[in-house]
């Protein structure tokens, strides 16, 4: 894959984030010392696509934001970006609004609420990371997607087997698998992970 450079400080956000942990075990306690390897790094691989795709702004949908991953990083990181994080879970999307505030995180938004009652809403960019199966994503995400735009699905290294499952649903909505992103988090063990871009 290529080089993944990141620009921003994490330091304050790490120390924001692992101060919300505490009070709701937003990830384990042994993931807690990976904090950037095994979550903020991975959020942040979308640059990998931003950059392939050569998308510098757009309105990003996070689907199932719960602890603030991918959308906390990529609002960090990516201040030309507009995002919102939806989750029904009210005291993480409370755990993300605190983030947002401590890092003063002007282009980000969040919604407490299921995303099926997103009507008339459309997205240049749509992710979703940790949350269901592609095919049952795809259900959600496709209808919020604009015409040009991308959902990037994070996935493990079972992508192709996903994307097998999700067929039909793709079928359905006219939509098709444009790219596997595979790239891999900077951990000893090697742990590939994949970005699924879909779009129409």
């Known amino acids: 894959m290529d080089k993944l450079i990141i620009k921003t400080d994490f330091t304050k956000y790490k120390e924001v984030f692992l101060e919300q942990n505490t009070k709701l075990n937003l990830i ?5 010392k990976y904090l950037f390897e095994k979550h903020i790094f991975d959020s942040l691989a979308i640059k990998i696509f931003f950059e392939k795709y050569k ?5 990003i949908l996070d689907i199932g934001c719960g602890g603030g991953f991918p959308c906390v990083p ?26 947002k505030t401590a890092l003063e995180l002007n282009n980000l938004k969040t919604i407490c609420g299921r995303v099926e009652n997103l009507k008339g809403q459309k997205f240049d960019i749509i992710t979703s990371r940790a949350v269901a199966e592609l095919g049952k994503i795809c259900e959600y995400a496709l209808p919020l997607l604009k015409k040009d735009g991308f959902f990037a699905a994070y996935k493990s290294k079972k992508a192709l087997e996903e994307i097998e499952g999700a067929k039909k649903v793709l079928a359905k909505h006219n939509a098709k698998v444009k790219d596997i992103i595979t790239y891999n988090l ?8 994949n970005l699924i871009i879909i779009s129409y």
Not at 28 to 32: F, H, L, P, V
Not at 75 to 99: C, Y
Request: negative net charge.
């Open 74 to 99: 990529i609002a960090l990181e990516f201040p030309e970006f507009n995002i919102t994080g939806i989750d029904s879970i009210r005291k993480k999307i409370n755990a993300i609004n605190e983030m």
């Open 55 to 59: 998308i510098s702004s757009g309105n």
């Open 186 to 193: 900077p951990l000893e063990e090697v742990y590939e992970r």
């Open 28 to 32: 384990s306690k042994n993931d807690e």
